[in-house]
């Protein structure tokens, strides 16, 4: 099976910084994208970023210029980098990644269980 697990989220003040990080772990044979998402309370999950096993990223556009996504394709790992924090990034944001794992050819979704990220003063 594949898991991935979300850290590096809390409490920050607006106009501040946060990382976040989440490694896939498993029988995984290659990942293919990787990304973010983040659902505020009362509202529906939405797309924060986005990255290929190749680097080419898209962003939500509200974050376009403060976050940062990448990744370590040896390590499975996606980050996402937080700057210029606002309280309206708050939310629980969630990983995931499209995991061809092995033995098998075809990719399958997988989701972190999200960790909170809090903007406030």
């Known amino acids: 099976q594949v898991q991935l697990v979300e850290s590096g989220g809390g409490l920050v003040q607006p106009g501040g910084s946060l990382g976040l990080s989440c490694a896939a772990s498993?029988?995984?044979?290659?990942?293919?994208?990787m990304g973010w998402y983040r659902q505020a309370p009362g509202k529906e999950r939405e797309l924060v970023a986005t990255i290929i096993s190749g680097g080419t990223t898209n962003y939500k556009d509200s974050v376009k210029g403060r976050f940062t996504i990448s990744r370590n394709n040896a390590k499975n790992t996606v980050y996402l980098q937080m700057n210029s924090l606002k309280p309206e990034d708050t939310a629980v944001y969630y990983c995931?990644?499209?995991?061809?794992?092995?033995?098998?050819?075809?990719?399958?979704?997988?989701w972190g269980k999200g960790t909170l990220v809090t903007v406030s003063s």
């Open positions: 995931n990644a499209e995991v061809v794992r092995e033995g098998y050819q075809s990719a399958i979704l997988y």
């Open positions: 498993g029988s995984i044979f290659r990942v293919n994208a």
